[in-house]
């Protein structure tokens, strides 16, 4: 299956500041990619499908100035947290794979703590 | 919009009881995947179904689709400490094949 590095692995920031998740598809060229979020204790939520040389596609509720998604390559797609509050603090996933269905690939997450 | 429950949302076993999870969808699925998170790590992909009955067995672990395609269940016989973890069921909904849902998960336990 696909290999997917994501980065950083745990962040803590203070209220306010800016946050970037990089997620990297390391043998696999994904024109899609998809981000998960999951609160302690939950399942994963889709936020959004971030989409190769165009706009990402965001769920009903997610906040596309907030979570401001780019997908420049095939190999890498950013969700930067803008603006960051302690709701905010969770465990954010990306995804590669899910076309025709395939199984999805996921990088090892991100944890976010935001103070 | 489709929603995928999973129960129970808890079980706490005695290594070597066995353990069964069920999952329901609002809607009839296209498939259903059943991936598998350890405490403190990421989802990894258990098995896909896609056919309307289909049952697969993985070791001691045997999957089943409904006839309906709108639930499934996940059978772990004689249950082990590395079965420990929360089992996820994740479906696609006829009608939005490229999006993937999550049911809500089941934690297991084992006590040794």
């Known amino acids: 299956g696909a290999v997917v590095s994501q980065h950083p692995s745990r962040v803590i920031c203070k209220s306010g500041t800016s946050v970037k998740i990089e997620c990297r598809s390391l043998d696999f060229q994904a024109t899609t990619m998809f981000w998960y979020r999951q609160f302690p204790k939950q399942s994963l939520m889709l936020m959004a499908t971030?989409?190769?040389?165009?706009?990402?596609?965001?769920e009903q509720g997610v906040e596309k100035d907030k979570f401001l998604i780019n997908h420049a390559s095939l190999t890498l797609s950013t969700l930067t947290v803008t603006s960051a509050h302690p709701e905010d603090s969770s465990f954010y996933i990306c995804s590669v794979g899910g076309s025709n269905n395939s199984p999805l690939h996921f990088g090892n997450g991100t944890r976010l703590t935001v103070t | 919009g489709q929603q995928v429950m999973q129960i129970p949302q808890y079980q706490h076993v005695q290594e070597g009881e066995d353990f069964t999870t069920y999952c329901n969808s609002s809607t009839t699925l296209s498939n259903i995947q059943w991936y598998k998170q350890r405490p403190g790590g990421h989802p990894v992909f258990l098995i896909q179904l896609v056919k309307s009955g289909e049952v697969k067995k993985q070791k001691r672990l045997t999957f089943q689709f409904g006839e309906a395609k709108k639930n499934s269940s996940l059978h772990i016989t004689a249950t082990q400490t590395t079965d420990v973890g929360t089992y996820f069921c994740a479906g696609r909904d006829m009608d939005s094949s490229y999006k993937l849902i999550f049911g809500s998960g089941t934690r297991l336990l084992v006590r040794p």
């Open positions: 971030s989409n190769e040389g165009s706009k990402a596609t965001y």
